[in-house]
Every structure is written in C-alpha cells, then in structure tokens.
C-alpha cells in the first residue's frame, strides 16, 4: 500500500528561524502532493498543492514547497517564521491509478510550535 | 455554501449506541470524502462518493460503518453499536468536478465513545 512519510513530530523553533519539514512518499507512479496546515481550533486549511509543472510551488503565507520526483520527496519550507505558524502541518498524496481513486493519503503530521 | 459544514461538532455518546454523523459539500462539490483521525496520527480513508454513488468504501473498518449520500449533496456516516474505539475525529472534504482534485475540509466532528 501506498504511504506518506513526515519525519519530524514535533518542531520548535524561534521566530525569524527558518523551516523545512520533511514529506516523503512511495513510489506508485505520477502523484499529485500537498501540504495541509491546521492551526489551534480550527480545521485543515490548504496551504499549498503540486499537480504538475514546475516543482518548486509557492503557497499562501509565504510557504513553498519542492517536488524531487527521485527522491520521491516534497518538503515543505519558510524562510522566517511567524509566532503564529504554530499549527499541525500535514503532507497528503494522491496517486493516479486506473481505480480512479482520488482518496489522500496523509502523513502523522508534524507540530510546529514557534517561540516568540 | 460557503464551507463544507459537518454536523454535530461534538457528539458524546456510550458504548453500543448508535450515531450518525453529517456532511453537507461546498455547493457544486461532485465528490464527498470521509476519513477518521485518530489522536496524533494523519487522517485515514473511509469511503467516497461521486454524486450519489459511492465509489469506493475499501477504508470503512467493518461493518458497523456505513455511509450514504442519496441525493448527491448531503452525506451521512453511521456508525452502530459504537465501541470505545470508535473515539476520534471524523472529517469530511469535498472537492470540485474536473482536474483540480483539491479537496477542502469541513471542520470534523469529534466523537468520544464512553
């Protein structure tokens, strides 16, 4: 079965830190990756989404992301964070199959607690 | 509208009750998409529909789940005879017809099995 990779649970960082939190995924054919943010009390919110082109994609809030389809890797980065990044991050996968399944297949997720 | 909403955002319930969890789409929203979140872990799959169908429910863990959606909007998942287990939260997404797949979540609803 397909699956999803974050291997940071829980980041602390100071604000101004930079940031880059791990996704990996396994092979399976052509995918389309995407980074969930779930800030305190809320819901999963879309931060940013890759189908195809470009591998390198820009998000809201100043995120980005890097699709190394070799190393079957999409990382999530911010050069400088925000106290109020403080969320649970979630890297998620698609994989185009002739099932036509569209279902995500998440990571554990990675807790990004950022100190002021 | 202008979210997917999910209804109740809290449901407490005791061991062997049933309960049924809703779902109403982003207006337009072909597909529904239920998954289950435990504690510390990603969401998981259960099971999703197109318009009314469902097409795939290979992530339902048994028998006691089951879901509809019999007009094509609103989604309900049933979970009977609930077990201590059950306890999570349940999330719903819905996503547009064509080539963007991106799907966008309701708020969950968190049930706690006593």
């Known amino acids: 079965a397909q699956s999803v990779s974050q291997h940071n649970h829980h980041v602390i960082l100071s604000e101004a830190a930079s940031l880059e939190l791990g996704c990996n995924y396994s092979?399976?054919?052509?995918?389309?990756l995407f980074w969930y943010v779930q800030y305190p009390g809320q819901h999963l919110q879309l931060l940013l989404k890759?189908?195809?082109?470009?591998?390198l994609v820009k998000g809201i809030k100043g995120f980005e992301a890097e699709f190394i389809k070799s190393k079957f890797s999409f990382n999530l980065r911010k050069p400088s964070v925000q106290w109020s990044d403080t969320a649970e991050y979630f890297c998620?996968?698609?994989?185009?199959?002739?099932?036509?399944?569209?279902?995500?297949?998440f990571g554990s997720g990675t807790r990004l607690q950022v100190q002021p | 509208g202008a979210g997917v909403s999910q209804s109740p955002r809290y449901k407490v319930t005791k061991r062997g009750q049933d309960v049924a969890l809703r779902c109403d789409p982003i207006?337009?929203?072909?597909?529904l998409y239920w998954y289950r979140q435990a504690l510390g872990q990603g969401p998981e799959f259960l099971t999703y529909?197109?318009?009314?169908?469902?097409?795939?429910k290979s992530g339902l863990p048994n028998d006691r789940f089951s879901a509809e959606r019999p007009e094509g909007s609103i989604s309900t998942l049933t979970i009977q005879r609930t077990e201590q287990r059950d306890s999570a939260m349940y999330r719903c997404?819905?996503?547009?017809?064509?080539?963007?797949?991106?799907?966008?979540f309701g708020p969950g609803t968190r049930l706690l099995v006593l």
């Open positions: 529909f197109n318009y009314e169908a469902q097409q795939d």
């Open positions: 207006s337009g929203h072909v597909s």
């Open positions: 092979y399976g054919g052509t995918v389309n």
């Open positions: 997404a819905s996503s547009a017809p064509g080539r963007d797949e991106t799907q966008y």
């Open positions: 890759y189908f195809s082109g470009d591998p």
């Open positions: 998620a996968v698609t994989w185009h199959m002739d099932t036509g399944r569209r279902a995500l297949t």
